[in-house]
């Protein structure tokens, strides 16, 4: 709803412009923002509902957004840090929390020890990290095809091809050529390969310049047009380039686009491909795709509007789709501040003021039940439900209790916050590697057998453990934030690395000093 009412880039874009005259300051900026937002809405809803923005002011302003996109992701996990329904992670230890001692954790609880990581994260960045980032003149995805033209030729009367079906053509099967369009009479055609040439066709091909060339010294074909990627548009078709990433419950995952009918049904071609910050050289459209994948994309500016309704992809642009209108930005708003209201005064938990918010949305018509239904992740619904069965298999066996037996033991000469310190150290290891729900599951159990056995308070224990889970800075594998912003950025694993580190460090000695201070081991 944030998303489709316009409530969150009307307020994030505007930031962001008066920001943008300065590097450090647009950091901050974007930063901030992705933190206050994901304390009350998921992190990877802000990552995708902020990029677009963040993209298009780099657009304005001629900036890199490498400099600008992970301080989204970063700030987006710090954020979901501070508040019970910041996190899905949260959300799962405070209920087993409940189950246990007949008390959670409350919405605010985290945000004493949260404001103190942030501020200590926010500071590293800031003054060390950021000069770790690429630099600004690294390309774009769309910049590194910039060797790649797109070229207009037409069919001559006499040409050997007409009449042959595309799959009959050699130069049509070409990993270096791909041909994005036809132009038959004033209207464009997908090029499917039982499509037969016509004299006058007009094909639009994509390629390198030396294999363009060397197919135009035959009398097939006559030379119309050609036009770098990235330029506007092409004359007779009005085509445009955009960049495109596929979502995180997108059903293009482990499928090629030629698989998908994505060129009949959107009017796109895909172009190319970036996969963990590289440029993928072989034929994109028979390419199996891959989460995180960022593709650019051809097609007609009229096709633009509908390709933005597509619910496996999102499109890093400033979305054209109309929003629902003020009165439903304001009413989503207020609905979010009634969520935030009921769970700080109690009067509703969140697993109750949150459904009752969603449905409210529906009924005053902010959004539709398909957008709704197309928003779900089931592949983390799938994930988080796969591994309940393993966190309640860990409680049921013992094992949990045989885990935190042999940790207490090794570590009981040190105290409670000596434990603490390693338990969080071992979530922090793990959530690099892990999705974040899932070591909740796994590390919770674990943690309440541990403050048992040591015979004090858990709630220290999970409320540090809910902290220390969202600290997954060092790879992009483990959490979708920094997976999403992996391909637009143009970022490396060894930026996550030697940014992450730092943070996931002083993350991890911030919990387990200020965890003890803020909640009592013994209450």
């Not at 298009?56 to 970063?74: D, F, I, M």
């Not at 629902?324 to 009067?347: D, F, N, P, W, Y």
């Not at 919770?444 to 902290?467: C, E, S, T």
Request: hydrophobic fraction near 45%.
């Amino acid at each position: 709803a944030m998303v489709r009412t316009g409530a969150a880039e009307l307020i994030g874009g505007r930031l962001f412009r008066a920001c943008a005259h300065h590097e450090l300051l647009f950091q901050v900026a974007v930063l901030s923002v992705a933190t206050v937002f994901s304390m009350f809405i998921n992190e990877t809803t802000i990552v995708l509902v902020f990029m677009p923005v963040v993209l298009g002011v780099c657009k304005e302003r001629n900036l890199s957004p490498s400099r600008y996109l992970l301080c989204a992701a970063y700030g987006a996990a710090l954020g979901g840090e501070w508040t019970l329904i910041g996190t899905r992670s949260s959300i799962i230890i405070s209920d087993l929390l409940r189950q246990r001692t007949g008390q959670g954790i409350g919405f605010f609880d985290f945000s004493p020890i949260a404001a103190g990581v942030f501020m200590g994260c926010a500071t590293y960045f800031f003054l060390v990290g950021r000069r770790f980032l690429p630099k600004a003149e690294v390309q774009s995805l769309e910049q590194e095809l910039g060797k790649e033209y797109l070229t207009e030729v037409m069919v001559t009367p006499q040409s050997t091809t007409v009449g042959s079906t595309l799959d009959q053509l050699d130069w049509a099967k070409r990993q270096d050529i791909t041909l994005v369009g036809v132009i038959r009479e004033g209207e464009r055609m997908p090029p499917n390969g039982w499509m037969k040439l016509h004299p006058g066709d007009a094909l639009i091909m994509q390629g390198a310049v030396p294999t363009i060339a060397s197919l135009l010294k035959s009398p097939d074909f006559q030379f119309m047009e050609e036009v770098k990627i990235g330029e506007k548009t092409l004359r007779s078709l009005d085509l445009i380039t955009i960049e495109a990433l596929l979502s995180p419950n997108s059903r293009y995952t482990g499928r090629t686009m030629q698989q998908t009918n994505f060129g009949r049904d959107y009017g796109f071609s895909v172009l190319g491909i970036s996969r963990h910050g590289q440029t993928i050289q072989e034929r994109p459209f028979a390419t199996r795709l891959a989460y995180g994948d960022s593709l650019l994309l051809l097609g007609h500016n009229s096709n633009l509007e509908r390709l933005e309704r597509n619910p496996n992809l999102i499109v890093l642009s400033q979305r054209h789709f109309p929003t629902s209108g003020k009165r439903q930005a304001i009413l989503t708003l207020l609905l979010l501040g009634g969520v935030v209201l009921t769970a700080v005064t109690g009067v509703l938990p969140p697993a109750l003021s949150i459904p009752l918010a969603a449905v409210a949305v529906l009924l005053l018509g902010c959004i539709k039940v398909t957008d709704t239904y197309q928003s779900v992740n089931w592949q983390a619904v799938a994930t988080v439900g796969g591994m309940m069965s393993l966190g309640l298999g860990l409680e049921k066996t013992g094992a949990a209790g045989a885990l935190a037996h042999t940790l207490v033991n090794a570590f009981q000469g040190g105290g409670p916050n000596l434990i603490l310190g390693v338990l969080l150290a071992l979530t922090v290891a793990l959530t690099q590697l892990i999705e974040n729900a899932a070591v909740a599951i796994i590390l919770a159990p674990i943690a309440y057998q541990v403050a048992r056995q040591g015979h004090v308070d858990p709630k220290p224990f999970m409320v540090g453990l809910a902290i220390c889970i969202s600290t997954s800075f060092c790879t992009p594998i483990a959490h979708e934030t920094t997976m999403l912003v992996m391909g637009p950025g143009r970022y490396r694993f060894k930026h996550y690395l030697s940014i992450g580190s730092g943070m996931a460090f002083i993350a991890w000695l911030l919990t387990t000093l200020l965890t003890p201070l803020v909640w009592k081991f013994n209450s």
